[in-house]
């Protein structure tokens, strides 16, 4: 299957600083991608849905300002977190998705975030 | 809306027992099913995925799943559980008409006892 690599694997931060989360598809071309966070013992929810050189979709109650997505090329999509509090501690995983149209997303290995 | 229902948070079962985590869905068009797998603080990993055609659908790691349409459920199961089976497992449904977002259960946690 497709490789998607998720960089860092965890990340320890301040409070009140902004950390960036890389998402690459590393063979094969992402024309979508999305990011999911995950709450302790909770499912996966949808954060946002991004499209190669076009802003990204956020869902409901997604504050955009605060999660900054980008998805600059088709490899890769950054999810950055800014003026990050301890509520935002979390585990994030982002998917990737080529263009051919039944193609399944492929999840990279998740990003643990701590904000103390 | 589509959703997914997973029954049971935690399913305990002995090493070489059967393993049987559930999955009912709700989707009024015909749905993408997965299962996926998820170990302690990794990504997900796809098991098995039914589309379209049979719908016994068999995966990774000796496990399989059979799409039931007419009780819309997609249960994953194995005949003999290992101990590197104990992890986290997510039945998901594609979302219709999305670019391809999944729709998750909350999730079963499956242990296996020596």
């Known amino acids: 299957g497709a490789v998607v690599s998720q960089h860092p694997s965890r990340v320890i931060c301040k409070s009140g600083t902004s950390v960036k989360i890389e998402c690459r598809s590393l063979?094969?071309?992402?024309?979508?991608m999305f990011w999911y966070r995950q709450f302790p013992k909770k499912s996966l929810m949808l954060m946002a849905t991004s499209n190669e050189g076009s802003k990204a979709t956020y869902e409901q109650g997604v504050e955009k300002d605060k999660f900054l997505i980008n998805h600059a090329s088709l490899t890769l999509s950054t999810l950055t977190v800014t003026s990050a509090h301890p509520e935002d501690s979390s585990f994030y995983i982002c998917?990737?998705?080529?263009?051919?149209?039944?193609?399944?997303?492929?999840f990279g290995q998740g990003t643990r975030l701590t904000v103390v | 809306a589509q959703s997914v229902t997973q029954l049971g948070s935690h399913v305990s079962v002995s090493e070489g027992a059967l393993v049987l985590l559930r999955c009912n869905y709700s989707?009024?068009?015909?749905?993408?099913l997965f299962w996926y797998v998820q170990y302690p603080n990794q990504g997900l990993q796809l098991l098995l995925k039914?589309?379209?055609?049979?719908?016994l659908v068999k995966g990774i790691n000796g496990f399989e799943a059979e799409f039931k349409k007419s009780e819309t459920s997609f249960h994953l199961t194995k005949p003999s559980a290992h101990m590197s089976d104990a992890a986290e497992y997510f039945c998901?449904?594609?979302?219709?008409?999305?670019?391809?977002?999944?729709?998750f259960g909350k999730g079963t946690k499956l242990s296996v006892k020596p």
């Open positions: 998917s990737a998705r080529a263009a051919r149209a039944g193609t399944e997303a492929f």
């Open positions: 989707s009024s068009v015909p749905p993408y």
């Open positions: 063979d094969f071309q992402a024309t979508t």
């Open positions: 998901a449904v594609r979302e219709w008409g999305s670019q391809g977002n999944l729709i």
């Open positions: 039914y589309t379209t055609g049979a719908t």
